[in-house]
Nanobody, 124 residues
Framework: QVQLVESGGGLAQPGGSLRLSCAASGLPFGYYAIAWFRQAPGKEREGVSCISRRDGSTSTADSVNGRFTISRDNTKNTVYLQMNSLKSEDTAIYYC?????????????????WGQGTQVTVGG
């Protein structure tokens, strides 16, 4: 059974930083991609960043490019999202998701497994 467990959310000041973690277990053998999505109240879900387990290649949304960085630790089966220079518009529930793929990750793809989400609130 696949489990994705997010952690690290919370309250941050504008301009501050948070690091989210996604601990994955039960993923099938082979290549897959892990992504971060977010959904703010009253808005559609948005792809934030993804990373390929095969080669570590990444893709990041323009809205966070240069501020957010995705990384992985394969030994811990954990993916991180380092969020710097946070803005109020980054406030959302952040979800970790995974899918099997041997290609480079793509935020437009349909992801198979999802975590429960972690709340990020940016405000003073």
């Amino acid at each position: 059974q696949v489990q994705l467990v997010e952690s690290g959310g919370g309250l941050a000041q504008p301009g501050g930083s948070l690091r989210l973690s996604c601990a994955a277990s039960g993923l099938p053998f082979g290549y897959y991609a892990i992504a971060w999505f977010r959904q703010a109240p009253g808005k559609e879900r948005e792809g934030v960043s993804c990373i390929s387990r095969r080669d570590g290649s990444t893709s990041t949304a323009d809205s966070v490019n240069g501020r957010f960085t995705i990384s992985r630790d394969n030994t811990k089966n954990t993916v991180y999202l380092q969020m710097n220079s946070l803005k109020s518009e980054d406030t959302a529930i952040y979800y970790c998701a995974a899918k099997r793929t041997s290609r480079q990750c793509d935020l437009a793809d349909a992801y198979t497994w999802w975590g429960q989400g972690t709340q990020v609130t940016v405000g003073g």
